[in-house]
């Protein structure tokens, strides 16, 4: 299938007064129509900023140094403010993580939807009320005729982040970007958007990228999972591959901070460390100062995504005929590292 996005070796940098700081080096994935895409890690990781630039929101004097990000076959990296904002809401969709600071509190939620309706399509006044009742039906706002009238203080949180997903869908958009679009809601609430997003997905045949830290949202929602770490994505793949058997140590880390539900319990294993500091990311893997595998090679030089059974990870265990120095004896801590099956038994809105 023709991807719809394409995201082509996307580099954004922070030009400051000791140097120039890399934030998101050269990141590459592709979203077809219909599909949901999870980018995840810890914060720090480059998520957001990744999704900023795709929609033209970087904010000075963070800029893209590198990379083409593609629309339909349009590249879009590369337009001016007024161009972008023309795409942004007709073409492209976003939710945000915070549905109150996403709506303006002095105008109904009518007065916004039907702002946002008529500035990307050519209808009236009439025409575009008669569509934000619609959107709020198809969100699941019930007496929509009623809550139109309403201001965003007089709506839950879930029902104010329904309210930013119809404004998503505003214009039929064919991407739709949500940067942690359940993290401001509790477990039953989240539930419910999850399940909303992945009918439009289906229903619109609108390609979704959901950003966000939390692994049980991910494998709820994705088709495909892109983990970031310190700016770069360190495995890529299929969703049900990934939670299954998880390839990068950095991957198997996470699902093992996880508490499960299924009745099997177990202490839960933390990552040591945190995520480096954008001036004090170490040579070679980023990852490798955290790393119970790490050996000399992680140390010095840099993986690039490499297939494996599963999925494609950036880790020099799967680089097998090279992964020690010559005369070096293998080290039973250097293979591959295996997660027990993860799937249903994840606890979702545990943060990671």
């Known amino acids: 299938?023709?991807?719809?996005?394409?995201?082509?070796?996307?580099?954004?940098?922070?030009?400051?007064?000791?140097?120039?700081?890399?934030?998101?080096?050269?990141?590459?994935?592709?979203?077809?129509?219909?599909?949901?895409?999870?980018?995840?890690?810890?914060?720090?990781?480059?998520?957001?900023?990744?999704?900023a630039a795709i929609i033209g929101l970087l904010e000075p004097p963070l800029r893209i140094a590198g990379g083409q990000v593609r629309l339909a076959g349009r590249r879009i990296d590369n337009l001016s403010y007024e161009a972008m904002r023309r795409i942004r809401g007709k073409e492209i969709g976003a939710v945000f993580q915070d549905p109150l600071?996403?709506?303006?509190?002095?105008?109904?939620?009518?007065?916004?939807?039907?702002?946002?309706?008529?500035?990307h399509l050519d209808l009236g006044p009439g025409e575009a009320r008669q569509r934000a009742l619609l959107l709020l039906r198809e969100v699941g706002i019930g007496r929509a005729e009623e809550r139109i009238d309403h201001y965003p203080h007089q709506f839950s949180g879930g029902m104010r982040q329904r309210v930013v997903i119809a404004l998503a869908l505003a214009a039929n958009p064919r991407l739709i970007v949500a940067d942690e679009p359940t993290s401001a809601l509790d477990v039953s609430i989240q539930a419910q958007i999850i399940a909303l997003l992945q009918r439009l997905c289906r229903e619109h045949n609108t390609a979704v990228m959901v950003v966000t830290h939390d692994m049980g949202v991910i494998a709820e929602i994705a088709d495909r999972v892109a983990?970031?770490?310190?700016?770069?994505?360190?495995?890529?793949?299929?969703?049900?591959?990934?939670?299954?058997?998880?390839?990068?140590?950095?991957?198997?880390?996470?699902?093992?901070?996880?508490?499960?539900?299924?009745?099997?319990?177990?202490?839960?294993?933390?990552?040591?460390?945190?995520?480096?500091?954008?001036?004090?990311?170490?040579?070679?893997?980023?990852?490798?100062?955290?790393?119970?595998?790490?050996f000399d090679r992680c140390r010095h030089e840099r993986p690039d995504l490499m297939s494996t059974d599963a999925s494609d990870a950036a880790c020099w265990l799967y680089d097998a005929p090279n992964s020690h120095s010559p005369g070096e004896s293998r080290d039973p801590s250097r293979s591959p590292p295996t997660s027990e099956p993860v799937g249903p038994g994840f606890r979702r809105g545990h943060q990671t």
């Open 227 to 294: 983990v970031m770490y310190a700016g770069r994505i360190v495995e890529s793949g299929p969703a049900r591959d990934i939670l299954a058997a998880p390839r990068h140590p950095y991957t198997v880390g996470l699902m093992q901070s996880i508490p499960r539900i299924d009745g099997q319990r177990g202490r839960l294993r933390q990552i040591e460390g945190s995520m480096p500091r954008l001036d004090e990311i170490p040579p070679g893997c980023p990852f490798h100062p955290r790393c119970p595998h790490a």
């Open 1 to 51: 299938m023709t991807a719809l996005l394409e995201v082509e070796h996307l580099r954004i940098e922070l030009p400051t007064r000791r140097g120039t700081l890399v934030a998101v080096d050269d990141v590459s994935f592709a979203i077809a129509p219909g599909e949901v895409l999870g980018v995840v890690g810890e914060s720090g990781a480059g998520k957001s900023l990744m999704q």
């Open 101 to 119: 600071t996403s709506l303006n509190p002095l105008f109904t939620v009518g007065q916004q939807l039907t702002q946002t309706i008529r500035t």
